[in-house]
């Protein structure tokens, strides 16, 4: 039998989650920007800046957007490394890939879009001088094998930036919760068509490891000099390390 791994609060075989997350994503594929201004206020436009400042981008690097989605984050790095740099998508979802790459064409943007498992990056030792992962990371069955693979793919003095939901500041726990557990599943009923979607996103954020864990993480992936960020009291966090 698969071993057993989480699908928000649920139990499921790890060889089905990544299955079950796809759905998720097809579902609400169509509405996901939109609901991503009104979940989070429009805040998370500001935590994608800070995580690009961090990234200490510049023209002419290779930067790999691992779960790209809808492709924010790529195209703010495609007009960093231009117009000799290069940014490469992937996801493993069909309809969220085609979605980023679509809107960077849009923006004057061609870049390579590769629909690929992170857990198997189909890219060679030392590839890239930065790799990033927003809002993506919590959704990866084998979380370890990820980062190891990120790390992999990375030069030597090459960065990873995991911007990712994380552990709320305690006196904001209450009101979070209620937040997350009714307002979300609710919002996206009426917005996004499917409320069972945004109910497993609250619940994949309580099971994705803390600040802490996942600076861990990071550090036994084989990165260096690794530090992490709160923004908005914990709501989300930015961790950043370096291949030596």
């Known amino acids: 039998m698969s071993p057993e791994t989480d699908f928000g609060f649920e ?36 935590w994608k800046w800070f995580a690009l400042q961090l990234a200490h981008l510049h023209p002419g690097e290779r930067v790999l957007d691992v779960a790209s989605g809808s492709g924010d984050l790529a195209r ?5 490394v ?3 740099g ?5 996801d493993i979802n ?30 060679r030792d030392g ?28 030069g030597h003095g090459g960065r990873l930036l995991v911007l990712e939901f994380s552990r ?17 599943p609710w919002l996206g009923q009426r917005v996004a068509g499917n409320g ?3 109910r497993y996103l609250a619940e994949s954020i309580r099971m994705h490891p803390d600040q802490a864990s996942l600076a861990r993480m990071l550090q036994d992936a084989g990165l260096s000099q690794v530090e992490f960020f709160n923004l908005t009291a914990g709501v989300a966090a930015v961790h950043r390390g370096y291949k030596a």
Not at 76 to 80: E, F, G, K, L, S
Not at 94 to 121: I, W, Y
Not at 127 to 154: I, Q, W
Not at 168 to 184: I, M, T
């Open 168 to 184: 709320v500041a305690k006196p904001l726990e209450r009101a979070y919760d209620y937040y997350s557990f009714n307002v979300l």
């Open 94 to 123: 069909t309809r969220m890939l085609a979605r980023g790459r679509d809107r960077l064409a849009d923006a004057g943007f061609l870049p390579p879009a590769v629909q690929c498992d992170a857990e198997r990056l189909p890219f």
């Open 11 to 46: 139990r499921v075989a790890a060889d089905e989650k990544a299955a079950r997350v796809g759905e998720v994503f097809d579902r609400v594929a169509e509405r996901y920007d939109l609901m991503n201004d009104l979940m989070s206020f429009g805040l998370h436009r500001a």
């Open 86 to 90: 290069q940014v490469l998508l992937t």
């Open 127 to 154: 590839s890239f001088d930065c790799v990033m992962v927003g809002f993506g990371l919590r959704n990866m069955t084998r979380k370890e094998r990820a980062l190891a693979e990120m790390t992999r793919v990375l």
């Open 196 to 198: 069972e979607a945004y």
């Open 76 to 80: 703010a790095i495609a007009r960093r």
């Open 82 to 84: 231009a117009p000799e």
